[in-house]
């Protein structure tokens, strides 16, 4: 039995007279580089083998598949998910919501989060209260946003309608007309957004240094010429962190296209990853779905590589 | 009487207890009682809410019976959310022992080998099978097999605001639709934003209301045996009629069509029968008087039929035989004259047995409720959607998609089903395949041939009564 001297002292020089040649190996191994990169790494790497990696390398093989999720075999077809989606005119409707969903989402968020980042950038009353109240939705859960905001767009009896009546506007069909069902959706998501966008914002308003905007001053810039030379210039970094994070947000945006509005009408807010999951699990077509998933997985490849890219190279710049 | 949420899980509750003191002799089989102990099954659905709580006081009220078997129910949010999740619970052995799935669905489970026939147990335990509605008993079978029973079944009714049909010189709903498209303009008021009709838009709805209408113009999505028909002319006439009322200005695409006609704002919509207690309460609130009525026919005199529609219950074929013995016990329980008719009372579903249609406790709600009458005298009239909804996955979707293109985008009818039935076609064939790989060939051996196709409307449209 080891004496308990050596367990409260280890590392000291009775210790190390006392160490038994097995353990002097034990230490030289576990000393080697490499096996205690394994020895951290592991554990996340088992962990991203079973829900990341091999997910990933099987959905590649659903998708040259055909398989409706119940017969035991799942006949190998080549590429002919992808042509079948290339070649639909509903899968191209479903990109063109896509961009459509995304380019408004990532928009409003930007603007209206830089926005409401400027006014909370001032001495205000009641400005941590305000900023909670901002940052709430962001917290909330989509499904129960989405369902209060179908009544807020009821065009008979919503506050919405109310509210628009105040001005003698009459509602439109938020959720009844296709165009204005994609209108609907961003303005749920951009709202829901735009807490963690103003957030973001604001934290990079309060990192501008003061002293610029004392200079631009003494040079007799205006508060429009302020904004415009000093603030925007120096949010740059944030304006990218916040697109990029609101693009791979507004793509993997589910929640409330469900619930608020089905993708419909008429697909009209079908975007991709809901396209992805009405092929896999409503029609029950899990190569079709795998071969969506993958074209969904190449989009969000191409902006996390362009993100890389240029945060990398303002890092050398900076 | 006002049916609220609360009187209604009272007024189950009630008639569970009532159910318990009256109860049919259920009990399990002797496969069950021999091992000593209970049985536990466990039962998937698609009830939430005030249903889902008075389906959960039938399993407590069946639970504590001396049966030998308990029973844990999963709700789901939906009947897709149901099948959605037993798709996954086949593949990974977490399968539940009993179903309730939508007519809907139902059929890709049986060409993947998922159900288990029931004639044998229904032989061995005595089910009074003939006393199930013929119309729903029929949908379940399929190759000469009885696959699924019917529990908590519908069929669209038209729900109408019977003050705003008086004061256009209306007593009832007319009884075909060219009637009623000649009144509706006067059912129209564009300043209060009041329309005739509510075309809904709602996702698993749409193209099963649509359904009743394309019969009702002689059309059809689909033959038996999966020959799509929907780019044909009475589907298209149907479609037409749709693209009428919107043109016209009657007519509007309505995402929550029983709320916009319970709010007052629609003069009429098609919907469930399911909703017939929510829409009640509306219409009670709002302050006019509900009335419901059959599927009008095309024209004064013709053929009228309508779509049956909900979920039956089924036992899953991989479940260990005891536990599949079980679950048949349960089922029985659920399909008992008496909880059929509770559960009929407290949800607006129809009652699946005749006895439980003639009953003296049955008789009397038709009496205090009339409303609740009319999808029970609509039977004779109702069957089984067309294959190319129930059988090709997304089918339902795909038809669904082209109907609301017509609504909200007043899509030309002929062009948008063409295309519809190109995309169903595509769909259909793995379909097929597999039908002629399990049966040999694609005869139709059940539903939805079994049941009669469209009758003369020989009754009249249901005689309007109040929300009270």
């Not at chain 2, 029931?118 to 008993?137: C, K």
């Not at chain 2, 000469?144 to 908590?152: A, I, K, N, R």
């Amino acid at each position: 039995m080891v004496p308990q001297t050596e367990l409260s002292a280890p590392g000291s020089a009775t210790v190390a007279t006392t160490v038994t040649p097995r353990q002097s190996a034990v230490r030289r191994v576990f000393r080697s580089e490499h096996t205690l990169f394994l020895l951290f790494v592991l554990p996340n790497l088992v962990l991203f083998s079973i829900f990341t990696y091999w997910p990933l390398i099987y959905n590649v093989y659903l998708s040259l598949s055909t398989w409706n999720f119940l017969t035991p075999d799942k006949p190998f077809v080549g590429l002919d998910n992808f042509r079948f989606l290339f070649s639909s005119a509903e899968f191209w409707g479903v990109m063109r919501s896509t961009a459509i969903y995304t380019v408004g989402a990532v928009g409003g968020s930007v603007l209206l989060g830089l926005s409401a980042a400027l006014l909370l950038n001032q001495k205000l009353r009641f400005r941590t209260g305000v900023r909670a109240m901002i940052f709430a939705p962001t917290l909330l859960s989509g499904v129960a946003i989405s369902i209060v905001w179908f009544y807020i767009f009821d065009p008979r009896v919503g506050l919405f309608r109310e509210m628009l009546s105040w001005i003698g506007v009459a509602s439109p069909p938020w959720l009844g007309d296709p165009d204005w069902a994609m209108v609907s959706v961003i303005i749920v998501y951009v709202w829901k957004n735009l807490g963690f966008a103003a957030v973001i914002y604001l934290a990079g308003l309060q990192g501008i240094p003061k002293d610029l905007y004392e200079a631009a001053k003494v040079d007799g810039a205006n508060a429009i010429q302020r904004f415009r030379d000093v603030t925007w210039p120096q949010l740059g970094s944030i304006h990218f962190f916040v697109m990029v994070t609101s693009i791979l947000g507004t793509l993997q945006s589910f929640d409330i296209i469900r619930t608020l509005t089905g993708g419909g009408p008429v697909d009209a807010t079908t975007n991709l990853i809901y396209y992805t999951y009405e092929q896999s699990f409503i029609n029950s077509n899990a190569g079709r779905g795998a071969a969506s998933a993958m074209i969904l997985f190449a989009v969000m490849l191409v902006v996390t590589i362009v993100q890389y890219r240029i945060s990398e190279r303002r890092t050398h710049y900076a | 009487m006002v049916l609220s949420r609360r009187s209604v899980i009272a007024s189950a509750a009630g008639l569970g207890a009532a159910t318990l003191a009256s109860r049919p002799a259920i009990t399990a089989p002797k496969v069950i009682r021999q091992t000593g102990s209970d049985t536990e099954i466990s039962f998937w659905h698609g009830f939430t809410g005030a249903r889902g709580e008075t389906l959960q006081a039938l399993v407590d009220g069946f639970n504590a019976l001396d049966t030998g078997v308990q029973v844990t129910a999963l709700p789901y949010g939906s009947y897709e959310e149901v099948a959605e999740n037993l798709v996954r619970a086949l593949g990974d052995g977490t399968a539940p022992d009993l179903v309730a799935m939508s007519e809907a669905l139902w059929f890709r489970f049986y060409l993947s080998g998922s159900i288990l026939p029931l004639d044998d147990l229904i032989a061995s335990t005595g089910f009074d099978l003939e006393d199930i509605i013929p119309a729903f008993r029929a949908e379940g079978q399929r190759a000469g097999q009885t696959l699924w029973l019917p529990f908590s079944r519908s069929t669209p009714l038209v729900y109408y605001n019977r003050d705003l049909l008086r004061a256009a010189g209306l007593d009832a709903f007319p009884a075909s639709w060219a009637e009623f498209a000649d009144v509706a303009p006067s059912l129209t008021n564009t300043d209060t934003q009041v329309y005739a009709i509510a075309q809904s838009t709602i996702a698993n709805l749409v193209a099963w209301a649509f359904q009743g209408v394309t019969w009702a113009y002689g059309g059809a999505y689909s033959d038996g045996e999966l020959n799509i028909l929907i780019d044909e002319p009475g589907a298209v006439a149907a479609g037409d009629f749709y693209l009428r009322s919107i043109e016209e200005g009657w007519g509007y695409a309505s995402p929550q069509g029983n709320q916009d006609l319970g709010n007052g704002f629609a003069a009429a919509t098609i919907a469930s029968t399911g909703v017939l207690n929510d829409t009640s309460a509306l219409a009670e609130a709002t302050g006019f008087e509900l009335g419901t009525a059959f599927l009008p026919s095309a024209e004064p005199g013709g053929p009228t039929a309508c779509p049956t529609g909900g979920s039956g219950l089924f036992v899953v074929g991989s479940a260990p035989a005891e536990r599949q013995a079980a679950a048949f016990a349960f089922l029985t329980y659920c399909l008992s004259t008496e909880t059929t008719t509770t559960w009929a009372q407290s949800t607006g579903y129809m009652p699946v047995r005749t006895s439980a249609i003639e009953s003296p406790a049955m008789l009397d709600f038709f009496a205090a409720n009339p409303n609740f009458r009319t999808a029970v005298d609509q039977l004779p009239v109702a069957r089984a959607s067309d294959t190319a909804r129930t059988w090709v996955p997304g089918g339902d979707a795909i038809i669904a998609t082209g109907i609301t293109r017509i609504l909200v985008e007043s899509a030309d009818p002929q062009e948008v089903f063409s295309e519809v039935a190109s995309q169903l076609e595509v769909e259909a064939q793995p379909v097929r395949d597999q039908i002629i790989a399990l049966e040999g060939n694609l005869t139709t051996q059940g539903t939805p041939g079994a049941i009669p196709a469209a009758t003369p409307a020989a009754t009249p449209a249901a005689t309007p009564v109040a929300a009270r």
